[in-house]
């Protein structure tokens, strides 16, 4: 492939720990890991704001956290929430084929709206989210909470069933996708941005005061 054949999904190929990843997740099946492109988004963020601290809210079997960590900083920690015991041991085998000590991250099991206010209020340079869309609106409470000024929010799958290949979402699933993204957009406190990446990407950045 010449590089005019080049494409933002293949612009950046995965290597075999992230292969790997999203291999065991589509063996234990839920929801998809994030796509390469969506993945390289959330590295780029992450080195972007220098990451130090970033909590992740569904661990999608290690995917999405081998890229976090790759644009984090040297001896950042990666704090990722998720209710399925295999999805965090499933991760933790994949940070550890990526190259990452137990030191880079922590794997908190349970319910992300028992486990988030648990965590330090502006702690947090990046909340990623990628669990119940459902509970979206909670999460974005909570990582108003979380986020030190300048830090940043995303959302994944705010466009559900874009891709091909996704599922049809629920009713429910595209309410609650269309009330986050106006949530975003019209809170004062933050800088939003939308992005037609895999299912849909939003962000936003947190302003000071």
């Not at 137990?102 to 099991?109: C, E, M, P, Q, T």
């Not at 959302?155 to 091909?164: A, D, E, I």
Request: aromatic content about 4%.
């Amino acid at each position: 492939m010449t590089s005019t054949d080049t494409t933002s999904e293949d612009f950046l190929p995965e290597d075999e720990a992230l292969a790997g990843a999203r291999r065991n997740a589509a063996e234990v099946g839920g929801a998809a890991p994030v796509s390469p492109l969506t993945g390289a988004m959330l590295r780029f963020t992450a080195t972007a704001i220098a990451a130090r601290a970033v909590v992740e809210i569904g661990t999608g079997c290690g995917t999405s956290g081998i890229w976090l960590l790759r644009g984090m900083r040297p001896g950042a920690v990666l704090t990722s929430v998720d209710v399925e015991p295999e999805h965090q041991r499933l991760a933790r085998a994949a940070y550890l084929a990526a190259g990452f000590p137990a030191s880079r991250y922590r794997l908190i099991g349970g319910l992300a709206l028992d486990v988030l206010p648990r965590l330090a209020d502006g702690a947090y340079d990046l909340v990623f989210c990628d669990a119940d869309r459902q509970e979206n609106g909670d999460y974005l409470a909570a990582a108003l909470r979380l986020l030190r000024p300048g830090g940043v929010v995303i959302f994944n799958g705010v466009l559900p069933g874009s891709s091909p290949g996704e599922r049809v979402p629920t009713e429910a699933e595209v309410a609650a996708a269309a009330d986050v993204r106006e949530q975003v957009r019209a809170d004062e406190r933050l800088v939003p941005l939308l992005l037609p990446v895999g299912n849909g990407l939003l962000a936003a950045a947190k302003v000071a005061g």
